[in-house]
Antibody
């Protein structure tokens, strides 16, 4: 069973860039059938898909965030990363990384990390 | 984008009872690409069902999914104490991937 762990700052200043990394263990990030995703959950609210990246480097992001979104993968470290620029308080959320099955559902999740955006 | 509306928002039942949760899509979900997740307080969501009706590995058979097109259901045949949680549906047939707002299943 693949394990995923998010890491990064818990506090980001308004207008700056939120950066998170997800470390994958128990399996290779280069497994071609899967993509590696980011999902967030605003406090007390539902889930919002952010985007996903394949180990080949191809990415796809939610149109609502795409202009501020960058994702990358480091196969040597079995990690993938998220950058969200020009953040506001509306970006305060628990951020999850997850393994996306080829079909499109998420079958393994990290424990989540709370990121607070504040001036 | 496809909007998923779950009902009810909150469902109050007792252990041993049957729970039926609904997920309605604003347009037909391609190939019934619909998943269900369970989320307990302070935890990440856990995959229960994919493809509308296929149980994920390790999920008890009291959980079952059904439906097609725009109307889907998650049924828990006999509630166990550990089943009280929030449940989300998710469609992955069209981009962007979207989730429902969740149904809270609480102990009556």
């Amino acid at each position: 069973q693949v394990q995923l762990v998010e890491s990064g700052p818990g506090l980001v200043k308004t207008s700056q860039t939120l950066s998170l990394t997800c470390t994958v263990s128990g399996g290779s990030i280069t497994s071609g059938y899967y993509s590696w995703s980011w999902i967030r959950q605003h406090p007390g609210v539902g889930l919002e898909w952010i985007g996903y990246i394949h180990y080949s480097g191809s990415t796809y992001g939610n149109p609502s965030l795409r202009s501020r979104l960058a994702m990358s993968v480091d196969t040597s470290k079995n990690q993938f990363s998220l950058e969200l620029s020009s953040v506001t308080a509306a970006d305060t959320a628990v951020y999850y990384c997850a393994k996306k099955h080829g079909g499109g559902y998420f079958d393994s999740w990290g424990q989540g990390t709370l990121v607070t955006v504040s001036s | 984008e496809i909007v998923l509306t779950q009902s009810p928002d909150t469902l109050s039942l007792s252990p041993g009872e049957r729970a039926t949760l609904s997920c309605r899509a604003s347009q037909s979900v391609k190939s019934n690409f619909l998943a269900w997740y369970q989320q307990k307080l302070g935890q990440a969501p856990r995959l229960l069902i994919s493809g509308a009706s296929s149980r994920a590995t390790g999920i008890p058979d009291r959980f079952s999914g059904g439906g097609s097109g725009t109307d889907f259901t998650l049924t828990i045949s006999r509630l166990e104490p550990e089943d009280f949680a929030v449940y989300y549906c998710q469609q992955y047939g069209s981009s962007p991937i979207t989730f429902g707002q969740g149904t809270r299943l609480e102990i009556k």
